[in-house]
């Protein structure tokens, strides 16, 4: 009793201790759920009609289409202006096919299996025609090929995994296609039953061919606004507010975009610096014209482009080498010349020239042994039988090869950065004469008989040393200490513009980035600046960024933040403030020529006066007096019975128009045909609703946080 007596006592602390833990607990709860919903939300690429994508789905996507890529066009690598554009096909994709696959299912549209068979038996569909499952024969897609594949592979899974593994990239690579089949057809029966809610009848018909084919001649009677000093219109802030409420819709924006000041220096080679790369150039030059050795002098040198000692085409050539390389003569070397473009500096010799084979046609026997001389020796007896008439196939199968007829082209090595002596010692044996050979490599011989030779073109063999004309680390150092002051300097908006100035720098401005962009300032490696300038308040100056390839110091101002709605008066005044001088200055022309009846009267109210001919209400008339295209001045003439004056003063983009239509009449050679205008018509309509996945798009919730990641 005492124990609850004393408890009763400090009932009200307790309850304040009780009810502080439970708050404690609570907040606890919601800090873990808040900061695992953040996390989740840092780990997101984007959204669309609420489906979220993670940045690791997202990623397998890319990853997914850049291997596509790789295996359609023969590519190790891609750059990284490719791999943006891969990024941004892969997120329209995703997007489209998201949108498309929500509203399939509440029409009940679907791409069933039984269908996609029937694609795949076809064959007529473009996309397969990218496979490897065409018919080399009939040069059409073939099902069993496939049918066989997939076969194949399912059983090397359970019998063969490192032939399955070499199989893994093509089956990928069909999945990928069999997935853009079903979408595309899906995306295909949503168009077609849009299309057929689209009709036309021959009343319309008839309209639209004489809207396109009745000419109008008129004399017109012409004012353009450009007549009226600007200084001569006055406007209030209410003109800017009603306007900007009349056309409010065109104002409106979907996503949200930031404006921008920015200085970006580009640091470049010092006068220091291209002296030495001077001297050095003439050193290289120099040595190639006493003889010395090549391929030592382009190392020594640290030329872009090794020397092979292989003859290539002109076309594998740099741009700027290829162009020279024609005209030269052997044994001639260059003195040392800039090119603009790549920002280098280059010296070349022709060492030979010939006319060599692009293909080669040959049988090949690979001869080793315990030892090299053994080797040496089994080659020399395959040699003599060879020459001694022995059949080529015949012997390669005593050998474990087949030796059949083979064809070698310059691709497969003009463009090797290094070829080994091994190689080349290969190289020159296949291309440089027909008949049988014995040639000795590294570890062991190759037997080759060449039988044919063919696509001759002239090729060189030269020493190339191009070389950048690069900045120091003394250059770079000082570009970076006087940037960094300047930056240090320049807190504030005001103060970047005011400084650059003082220092040298020029300030560029940009209106409306997108986050949607790979760059800013069309500067590479500049993710980090995107993500300040969609995380900064109005008026912030970022820190001092280096980007580009590691030669450009950026800073930026974040001058306006235009969020997802309807712009602000302000950001749009001055396009508003434009159109509100036109209807004044349309106003005091009305007001000039009120009571006019006729062409002459309009001129003598200073108007300028034309014949105009072949005006249709299809085509907006262009008017030579104001230099505009004028659409409503086409219907109201296509309006206007010939012979009668148009009482009523037009009002254009560049003027001010009055008229009398001279004559009507149907352009020469026009005949009507209603099934083919019903047709057209058509056709206009089906372009007009192929639009409809920007509609889509629109009311999609689209949420593209893509650069907080790439």
């Known amino acids: 009793m005492a124990a609850l007596g004393t408890i009763r006592k400090r009932g009200v602390t307790l309850i304040v201790i009780i009810g502080l833990g439970l708050f404690a607990f609570i907040a606890e709860e919601a800090f873990r759920s808040c900061e695992a919903t953040s996390n989740e939300q840092r780990q997101q690429v984007g959204k669309v009609l609420g489906e979220k994508i993670s940045v690791q789905d997202f990623q397998t996507l890319v990853d997914e289409y850049q291997e596509v890529i790789k295996m359609t066009q023969g590519r190790d690598n891609l750059s990284e202006e490719e ?128 809207d396109q084919n009745e000419e109008n001649e008129v004399q017109l009677a012409t004012i353009a606004y450009s007549t009226i000093n600007d200084s001569k219109v006055t406007i209030s802030e209410a003109d800017i507010k009603a306007k900007y409420e009349e056309q409010k819709e065109m104002y409106r924006q979907y996503i949200e975009t930031r404006d921008i000041k920015y200085v970006d220096f580009q640091v470049t080679a010092s006068p220091a610096d291209r002296k030495a790369l001077v001297a050095s150039m003439n050193e290289a030059q ?16 640290q030329s872009q482009v090794t020397f092979t000692g292989v003859p290539v085409s002109s076309k594998v050539m740099p741009r700027d080498i290829a162009a020279k390389i024609d005209s030269m003569a052997v044994g001639q070397t260059t003195a040392p010349f800039e090119t603009a473009y790549d920002n280098t500096l280059n010296v070349v010799k022709l060492i030979s020239s010939a006319q060599l084979p692009d293909s080669v046609e040959y049988r090949l026997i690979q001869v080793g042994g315990e030892t090299v001389d053994q080797a040496r020796q089994r080659a020399d007896s395959i040699y003599n039988a060879l020459n001694g008439g022995a059949d080529f ?41 027909e008949g049988l050979k014995n040639v000795e490599v590294t570890q062991g011989n190759i037997i080759l008989k060449v039988t044919a030779r063919k696509a001759f073109t002239t090729k060189y063999v030269a020493a190339i040393v191009k070389h950048t ?62 993500k300040w300038i969609f995380d900064a308040k109005a008026g912030e100056v970022s820190p001092l960024y280096e980007c580009g390839d590691n030669d450009h110091l950026l800073v930026v101002a974040l001058s306006g933040i235009h969020k997802e709605g309807y712009r602000d008066i302000a950001s749009v005044k001055d396009m508003i403030k434009s159109e509100v001088i036109r209807d004044k200055k349309y106003e005091q022309i009305a007001a000039k020529l009120k009571g006019v009846n006729s062409v002459d009267a309009a001129k003598a109210k200073g108007a300028q006066v034309t014949t105009v001919s072949q005006v249709t209400f299809a085509a907006p008339a262009f008017i030579q007096a104001t230099g505009a295209s004028e659409p409503a001045l086409s219907g109201a003439i296509a309006a206007t019975k010939a012979g009668q004056f148009c009482p009523r003063v037009i009002k254009g983009n560049g003027g001010a128009y009055m008229f009398k239509v001279v004559k009507k009449a149907q352009r020469g050679g026009a005949k009507f045909d209603a099934k083919a205008t019903e047709a057209q018509l058509r056709q206009q309509a089906l ?24």
């Open 83 to 210: 791999l943006n554009q891969v990024k941004d096909q892969v997120w329209n994709s995703y997007v489209n096919s998201i949108i498309m696959k929500k509203e399939a299912e509440k029409l009940g549209l679907t791409v069933t299996d039984a269908e996609l068979q029937n694609i795949l038996k076809e064959g007529t569909n473009p996309i397969l025609m990218q496979t490897p499952f065409v018919n080399q024969q009939t040069g059409r897609f073939d099902a069993s090929q496939l049918t066989k594949f997939i076969a194949d592979y399912k059983q090397a899974q359970k019998s063969n995994p490192q032939m399955a593994e070499q199989y893994k990239r093509i089956y990928d690579y069909w999945m990928f296609i069999e997935k853009t089949l079903r979408q595309q057809t899906l995306a295909q029966k949503y168009q077609n039953l849009l299309s057929h809610c689209l009709i036309s009848n021959p009343v319309s018909a008839k309209m639209a061919f004489n």
């Open 469 to 530: 004309i690069d900045f120091s680390k003394a250059t770079y150092s000082a570009a970076y200490n006087k940037f960094s002051q300047f930056v240090s300097e320049s807190q504030t908006a005001d103060a970047l513009v005011n400084n650059a100035k003082k220092y040298g720098f020029k300030v560029s401005e940009r209106a409306d980035v997108a986050n949607s962009e790979h760059n800013v300032a069309g500067v590479r490696s500049t993710r980090e600046t995107m």
């Open 393 to 433: 196939e015949a012997i390669a199968k005593k050998y474990g090869q087949e030796g059949k007829a083979q064809w070698f082209t310059s691709a497969m090595y003009e463009s090797a950065p290094t070829i080994d002596a091994d190689t080349k010692k290969y190289i020159e044996a296949l291309t440089q004469s």
């Open 687 to 710: 372009q007009a609703a192929s639009r409809f996945m920007n509609e889509l798009y629109l009311k999609a919730e689209v949420k593209d946080n893509r650069y907080l990641f790439f």
């Open 286 to 301: 120099k040595s190639l014209q006493e003889g010395a050795d090549p391929a030592q002098t382009v190392r020594k040198a």
